[in-house]
């Protein structure tokens, strides 16, 4: 009799010993579910995101509904296809998630102090032309598709907006703190031909 009643007394002992440690279990992976959601957030709020492409002004680069990724910390360079802000804004981090707000993706051709002309070529076609702040000269062939040279001169007159008048004389200057953007795919694409350059505040990330 004693046996039984020893046996009986240590049931509800280790079942209370199992339901801590379930307990404990539960406690831990809420913790970690909890901390890697913070994670996520923090990490789409502050360093990167992704972007869903609504346009076709990045054919043949990037297509309407395809989906990107941005670097939010990277400052922009020539050559980079930023996604930025068509108006500014009061708060970029909701406005970043907020689909109200129109965001465009372009290439960067020229930052702060460069200048900016078109040239018009033997074959009726305007070529783009930079000068750098240190007086180099850049032509746009320093990107690709494929591993072929984007071929995106500006087909038509009608197109070079703000370049229009310009020449290697008198070109467009960006202001400091800005950058002077386009469309790959000139024909169609409203950029900085058409509304000038952008402050970096507008800026939303780098496509990675």
């Known amino acids: 009799m004693q046996t039984d009643v020893s046996t009986q007394n240590t049931q509800p002992v280790v079942q209370n010993s199992t339901n801590k440690r379930i307990s404990k279990v539960i406690d831990v992976l809420l913790t970690l579910v909890i901390v890697a959601l913070v994670?996520?957030?923090?990490l789409r709020l502050f360093f990167f995101t992704r972007v869903k492409v609504e346009q076709n002004s990045m054919e043949p680069t990037l297509f309407n509904e395809q989906t990107v990724f941005i670097n939010k910390t990277k400052l922009p360079t020539r050559?980079?296809?930023?996604?930025f802000f068509k108006e500014p804004s009061n708060n970029k981090v909701l406005d970043g998630f907020n689909p109200g707000v129109q965001k465009l993706i372009k290439r960067v051709v020229a930052t702060e102090g460069d200048c900016v002309w078109v040239?018009?070529?033997s074959n009726?076609?305007?070529a783009l032309f930079v000068a750098t702040?240190?007086?180099?000269?850049?032509q746009e062939n320093y990107y690709t598709h494929n591993g072929k040279p984007l071929q995106a001169d500006l087909q038509m007159a009608h197109n070079l907006?703000?370049?229009a008048q310009t020449s290697k004389a008198h070109p467009f200057v960006v202001p400091q703190g800005c950058f002077f953007?386009?469309?790959d795919n000139r024909e169609v694409s409203m950029d900085s031909r058409h509304w000038g350059a952008f402050?970096?505040?507008?800026?939303?990330?780098?496509v990675i």
């Open 199 to 206: 402050p970096v505040e507008q800026v939303l990330g780098v």
């Open 161 to 163: 907006g703000c370049l």
């Open 181 to 183: 953007a386009l469309g």
């Open 39 to 42: 994670c996520q957030v923090v």
């Open 124 to 126: 009726g076609k305007y």
């Open 119 to 121: 040239e018009q070529q």
């Open 79 to 83: 050559g980079d296809v930023v996604v």
């Open 133 to 138: 702040s240190t007086g180099e000269i850049l």
